[in-house]
């Protein structure tokens, strides 16, 4: 799950493992879960740990689970979205000096 935490008064995105709950900090570590050969629509996505978290969910999700790397989903939920990385970065960089 995506969640904004206050640190030190400054607030932060990040993702937290919908398993165990704790927060996801190296994306090549982790994966996006998520329901295959659903008719129509869209379908909910879990965010999860490599490793026991992925063992419990896929065990959860069933075969029929499709899985990315949290690194490919996210440049994909990123591209999606229209975001342009170069403008975002200028902008988080700039924001990071208030
Ligand atoms: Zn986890």
Redesign the pocket.
Known sequence: MIETINNAGRYAPVIK?D??G?QITDAEMALALYPVNVEGGSVPTLH??KG??DRKASAAQGDEGGTDELDTYLYYLMHNAGVSFDRAKSKADMLSLL
């Open positions: 493992c398993v165990c704790k999860v740990h026991v978290c």
